[in-house]
Nanobody, 123 residues
Framework: QLVESGGGLVQAGGSLRLSCAAS????????MGWFRQAPGKEREFVAA????????YYADSVKGRFTVSRDNAKNTVFLQMNSLKPEDTAVYYC??????????????????WGQGTQVTVSS
């Protein structure tokens, strides 16, 4: 039900903007999160935004470089990624929590997941 887009290949220092849209229904009243999984590593938290759009949460590794936002009119969540580094290379997933639920950095806090989009940062 969640579809990510916007991934691709970019040089270090560049930017990408990921989008996450609902293929059907709406997630406007759901907390939304972004996670990523690099080859050979476990999936890790990147950023999250509350359903009220009043709370943001970032992993320390992306703080100051990534920005999560949502446009409920378009039923879409975004992840703006600036100053990308090779270590940001991963498959990026968006996820939706429970309706009116709390923002979370844990995978267990999310019920719906997208298929992921590949981000590759070259040095």
């Amino acid at each position: 039900q969640l579809v990510e887009s916007g991934g691709g290949l970019v040089q270090a220092g560049g930017s990408l903007r990921l989008s996450c849209a609902a293929s059907r229904g709406t997630f406007n009243n759901y907390p939304m999160g972004w996670f990523r999984q690099a080859p050979g590593k476990e999936r890790e938290f990147v950023a999250a935004i509350s359903w009220r759009d009043d709370r943001l949460y970032y992993a320390d590794s992306v703080k100051g470089r990534f920005t999560v936002s949502r446009d409920n009119a378009k039923n879409t969540v975004f992840l703006q990624m600036n100053s990308l580094k090779p270590e940001d290379t991963a498959v990026y997933y968006c996820a939706a929590g429970l309706m009116y639920g709390s923002i979370s950095s844990r995978e267990q806090g999310y019920r719906y997941w997208g298929q992921g989009t590949q981000v590759t940062v070259s040095s």
